[in-house]
């Protein structure tokens, strides 16, 4: 059966190169069939927010209904016809296909493809500018390249220019002729034109790429079946924080496809060959791994295969203070909102868990809730109380908020906060002073290993947004309940990670 080219294929690829191929020659019976339920919500989301918009919009041509090629025919002879809005016109030429939300006419009768996206217009949602903080989404420009590449070769269009209509219903024009950043060399049109032919060899089998073991996987219904395979080949993404661009550097240019293989490197060999490789112009040669790099990833690579115990790389020393708090809080990305802030308390040999939650989808209730937790840690005696979190996700969140509730805290207290010693996030511990026998170093992953066990049988943050979401609809009480256990679990979890790092034995020789 052959294989369209489509916006879902290059968004794929662009998530992970290897999707494109699994999907189409993996095997299939290890594809996880059941649908995600958070990909799901993004889903629904996704289509209520379309609808929205689309009330807005005023009168269109729906082509939503029909056969393929019904389709493709109403969608040309509507565009000669200048049909001046049509929504789910399909378009088609030789390997490519494309279902733009909304094809708008220009008043030169060419078209232009308009997207509706629940998501901010650009990267960092500010507006594109030199040395701005936005700049276009690379999933929402190579999606736009397609459509008007389709619209070009149809006879329907002569420029390079595609719309998004955003989450505030703003219109943002996409220059795809434009470079991708300030310092890029490439445009968006050259960066889809190469996409798009890797894209086409994948669909072909003409060309195969290596599935990678990465947190970015957790999502995609191939998890089990690419982790196997990871594990089964030995492959180098098994080693914690080496990705997929470094693995098939590695493989590429040292010939090193396993673990074995890379534990057995001699980094000074090596360092010395990149040299000559960079003397004879070949810049690309182990591009972007370095000396300390490369000792890291064999150092981890050993713990993984051969010592399979956890290793303290330097001595750590916790502070000794009256409170420990462990910390974690749960936020609703796809709109903004923070619900839930969650402290254990460990004090004198007691414990126990305070939850500071927003039960309404609304300023008032999630500023109410950061209050409180804040008036909870000032009521703390100051340097008598120690904080770990996991990850800076926490910080990052706790800045947005006082931006967004000025009168809470100001951002000098949030700094403060943050940068005081006894307030620590334990992942850039792990990351720095530690290696595991894991190939991941998720909060999850690390407490699991030390024996520790969620309540729930299905613990991630992904469900816990879904389940807060199910619970403004229908104010469940026994779905708060499982928010709460849950995060007390993620709370408790990293007090145990806190101890089992304290615990561990000085064993960098060992490593090595
Ligand atoms: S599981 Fe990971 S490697 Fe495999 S297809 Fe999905 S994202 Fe790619």
Redesign the pocket.
């Known amino acids: 059966m052959s294989q369209y080219i489509t916006a879902s294929k290059l968004y794929d690829y662009l998530?992970?190169p290897?999707?494109v191929w699994?999907d189409v020659h993996g095997p299939q019976d290890e594809k996880i069939k059941e649908s995600n339920p958070f990909v799901e919500l993004l889903w629904s989301k996704g289509v209520q927010h379309e609808e929205k918009i689309l009330s807005l919009i005023g009168e269109y041509l729906d082509l939503t209904d029909g056969s393929l090629d019904d389709r493709f025919e109403k969608t040309v002879e509507a565009m000669n016809n200048k049909a001046p809005l049509i929504y789910q016109g399909v378009l088609r030429h030789e390997d490519m296909l494309g279902i733009p939300d909304l094809l708008k006419k220009l008043p030169d009768d060419s078209y232009i493809p308009v997207d509706i996206k629940s998501g901010m217009a650009f990267e960092g949602g500010g507006v594109e500018e030199v040395g701005g903080e936005g700049k276009p989404k690379k999933h929402y420009a190579v999606q736009l390249c397609l459509y008007t590449d389709l619209l070009k070769r149809l006879g329907f269009a002569n420029h390079h220019l595609g719309r998004i209509i955003d989450i505030d219903g703003q219109n943002v024009e996409y220059d795809l002729m434009a470079l991708m950043s300030v310092r890029a060399k490439e445009t968006w049109w050259e960066f889809y034109e190469k996409i798009k032919g890797h894209v086409s060899f994948l669909l072909k089998d003409q060309y195969r790429n290596k599935?990678?073991n990465?947190s970015?996987?957790k999502l995609?219904p191939?998890?089990n079946?690419?982790q196997k395979w990871c594990k089964e080949s030995g492959d180098l993404t098994n080693v914690f924080y080496l990705g997929r661009s470094d693995r098939d550097r590695l493989n590429e240019d040292l010939n090193v496809e396993t673990l074995d293989e890379l534990i057995d490197l001699d980094v000074e060999e090596v360092m010395e060959l990149k040299k000559r490789e960079k003397k004879a112009g070949n810049g690309d040669f182990l591009y972007r791994i370095g000396e300390d790099s490369l000792k890291k990833a064999m150092r981890r690579a050993n713990v993984l295969q051969n010592i399979k115990e956890p290793v303290l790389l330097e001595p750590i020393a916790f502070p000794e203070v009256k409170y420990e708090l462990f910390f974690d809080i749960e936020d609703d990305p796809t709109q903004e909102f923070v619900y839930l802030h969650g402290v254990y308390e460990r004090s004198e040999g007691k414990e126990r868990f305070l939850d500071f939650t927003a039960t309404e989808l609304s300023n008032e209730a999630e500023k109410e809730a950061w209050g409180r937790f804040w008036d909870y840690i000032k009521s703390l005696p100051i340097d008598d109380f120690s904080v770990y979190y996991f990850s800076h996700h926490e910080k990052t969140t706790y800045k947005k908020l006082q931006k967004k509730y000025p009168d809470v805290i100001s951002m000098d207290e949030v700094v403060a906060f943050f940068e005081n010693p006894n307030v620590i996030d334990l992942y850039s511990v792990v990351q720095k002073d530690t290696d595991w026998p894991l190939s991941s170093y998720s909060l999850k992953a690390l407490a699991v290993y030390l024996g520790f066990e969620w309540r729930d049988e299905t613990p991630s943050g992904a469900l816990s947004i879904q389940w807060f979401n199910e619970y403004l609809d229908g104010k469940d009480e026994a779905i708060l309940k499982r928010i709460l256990e849950y995060n007390e679990d993620d709370c408790k979890a990293t007090m145990v990670l806190k101890d089992g790092i304290e615990k561990l034995e000085l064993g960098l020789d060992a490593a090595r």
């Open positions: 998530q992970c290897h999707r699994r599935p990678m990465s970015k996987c995609c191939w998890y079946s690419c």
